[in-house]
Structures are given as C-alpha cells and as structure tokens.
T-cell receptor, first 111, second 115 residues
C-alpha cells in the first residue's frame, strides 16, 4: 500500500472551511484514497473515498490532484463536532478491509 | 438498524491471564475486522474474518486469535496477557458487495487494561 503523509495537527475556526491535505506520491493506478475520522474515544467513521475524480457527499469533498500524488479533504463549514483525528488511507479495492491508518491529522475546530 | 456492538466495553485483567472480546456486526454484514489502538502504535489491523474464515491477518503474535460464527458474530482472544496489550480493541463490519468499496462501520471498542 502507498504511504501517506499528513500534518500532525491543524486548527480551523468554526464555520470556516477545513482543508486537510494528504500526500501519497507513491500511489499506484488502482489505489483509491479513503478518508476516515475518529472522534475522541469512538471508533473511526468513514467519510469519503475517490480514485481520480473529485468527490462530494453530505459530509465532505475530496479533491485529488491530476497526478494523484496528493489530495485534500474539505469540510465546508466546520463545526465543533468535527474536532477529530482525520486519517488519509490509500488502498486498492481488493483487501480493503485491512486498513492502515497511519498517524492522521488532529483537527481542532475553534469557537 | 443497530450498529456494531462490542462487549464488554471495559475490562481489567492481570498479566498472564487470557481474555475474550465479542463483536456483533451490523445485521447482514459478513466481514468483521479487528484493530488494536494504543497511544504508541496507533490503529493497527489485527485480522479479518469473512464467512467464518480468516481472510487477512496483521503482524501480531500468535497470542492473538479470533473466530467468526455462522451468524457473523466474532470473538477475539488474547492469551498470556502482557502489559503492552493494554489498548482499545475495535471491531468493524462491512457488507461485502463485490466490485465496490465496502465501508467499514466501527464499534465503540473494548478498552482492555492489563495490570
């Protein structure tokens, strides 16, 4: 699986967009980018995933660069409940149930 | 629909004992994965079961084992507990639709403390 690099921590003002970057320069053609988050003391929660096109759902948007070497998760209007550790994971569909979470980015939404 | 449930939620054991943790997946989900989360190592994959068979295994010693029953419920067992086994143990289930990404739904975890 391709390795990912994320900033250790980020702050975001409540109501503003939170942009969480992820580098995955060794991603291969059949690997997807997944995002999960873990709110303190809870199990991780799936957010979104994508291959090469930008994706949007009710929680977030995922922007993947054309060369697929990096991506950005966007929470359009961050709330205090979005304070969590966000994990960027690169994996193929096959065997996608054994996820490597890495260290993630601790996002703190500030009132 | 009920989420993934794990029992017990908290457990205290002493070194050398063994422990069994239980996970009930979301109804209809056939895959169950187990993860260990510690402050030092983060979230690490233990193993995955599908249709009562272990399908994937992480890099953990043989003291860690698991099984899955015909109703998809799963148990994991840790024998000869060590202090370093203190962790949050998370279970995740997924539906398993071929050719699609199957989102993993995580339970609240079992917090194991080894004294």
């Amino acid at each position: 699986d391709a390795k990912t690099t994320q900033p250790t921590s980020m702050d975001c003002a409540e109501g503003r967009a939170a942009n969480l970057p992820c580098n995955h320069s060794t991603i291969s053609g059949n690997e997807y980018v997944y995002w999960y988050r873990q709110i303190h003391s809870q199990g991780p929660q799936y957010i979104i995933h994508g291959l090469k096109n930008n994706e949007t759902n009710e929680m977030a948007s995922l922007i993947i660069t054309e060369d697929r070497k990096s991506s950005t998760l966007i929470l359009p209007h961050a709330t205090l409940r979005d304070t969590a550790v966000y994990y960027c994971i690169v994996r193929g569909y096959s065997g996608a149930n054994n996820l490597f979470f890495g260290t993630g980015t601790r996002l703190t939404v500030i009132p | 629909k009920a989420g993934v449930t794990q029992t017990p939620r908290y457990l205290i054991k002493t070194r050398g004992q063994q422990v069994t943790l239980s996970c009930s997946p979301i109804s209809g989900h056939r895959s169950v994965s187990w993860y260990q989360q510690t402050p030092g190592q983060g979230l690490q994959f233990l193993f995955e079961y599908f249709s009562e068979t272990q399908r994937n295994k992480g890099n953990f010693p043989g003291r860690f084992s698991g099984r899955q029953f015909s109703n998809s419920r799963s148990e994991m067992n840790v024998s000869t507990l060590e202090l370093g086994d203190s962790a949050l143990y998370l279970c995740a289930s997924s539906l398993e639709v071929a050719g699609a990404y199957n989102e993993q739904f995580f339970g609240p975890g079992t917090r194991l403390t080894v004294l």
